[in-house]
């Protein structure tokens, strides 16, 4: 398993509900990411916190928003999710530097009904 | 600008027999590459990177990766495949913070 950590790992949700996940990691990483990842698409990064600056992907709806209260928690805050939301999010961190690789989290399945 | 394309989205090899998933990059400077490895419903693990030292990169599991900047590829090979290497395959190139992967390869091993 490795340092970064997700919860919850199964999710379902109406259109109306308000929820969030949280992502946490334990490697000392300085940048932390959100991505998308959908059936029959490519990985889609959502966002991005890099040594406190967010950084993120412009055509990711309002009804996603992100919360990074510091450099070892991240979280996803949804509301009002359409049923193409439905995919599986995955967290991931890295030093914010050249030649660092990201680390991934086992991701949350999405469902909205 | 950067992009990753991976030439093929279905690999099927035998068990015991020579795996290559291919990937092509484009960069406007020397990249960072890496290969992850996804397992059905489980996070991407890091399989090998290069970073501009040798050009033959070794990862975990027998995979190894060949870094041709004349062919801006980055096609990664394993000698003789095993059951437990089915599973998808992202190529990634890296541009400081930001990481811009492949849509990934399906490897289906048969026995």
């Known amino acids: 398993e490795t340092g970064v950590t997700q919860t919850p790992r199964h999710l379902v949700m109406g259109m109306t509900n308000k929820k969030s996940l949280k992502c946490e990691q334990h490697?000392?990483?300085?940048?932390m990411y959100w991505y998308k990842q959908s059936a029959k698409k490519p990985l889609e990064l959502m966002f991005v916190?890099?040594?406190?600056?967010?950084?993120e992907n412009n055509s990711v709806p309002s009804r996603f928003s992100p919360e990074c209260p510091n450099s070892s928690h991240l979280f996803l805050h949804l509301h009002t999710l359409q049923p193409e939301d439905s995919a599986l999010y995955l967290c991931?961190?890295?030093?914010?530097?050249?030649?660092?690789?990201?680390?991934f989290g086992p991701g949350t399945r999405l469902t909205v009904t | 600008a950067q992009s990753v394309t991976q030439l093929d989205s279905h690999v099927s090899v035998s068990e015991g027999t020579p795996v290559l998933l291919r990937c092509n990059y484009s960069?406007?400077?020397?990249?960072?590459l890496f290969w992850y490895v996804q397992h059905p419903n489980k996070g991407l693990q890091l399989l090998l990177k290069?970073?501009?030292?040798?050009?033959l990169v070794k990862g975990i599991n027998g995979f190894e990766a060949e870094f041709k900047k004349s062919e801006t590829s980055f096609h990664l090979t394993k000698p003789s495949a095993h059951m437990s290497d089915a599973a998808e395959y992202f190529c990634?190139?890296?541009?400081?913070?930001?990481?811009?992967f492949g849509s990934g390869t399906k490897l289906n091993v048969k026995p």
């Open positions: 290069y970073t501009s030292a040798a050009t």
């Open positions: 916190y890099s040594l406190e600056e967010r950084v």
């Open positions: 960069s406007s400077y020397s990249p960072s």
């Open positions: 990634v190139v890296q541009n400081f913070n930001k990481f811009y």
């Open positions: 991931a961190s890295s030093q914010a530097d050249r030649d660092y690789e990201q680390y």
């Open positions: 490697l000392g990483h300085n940048a």
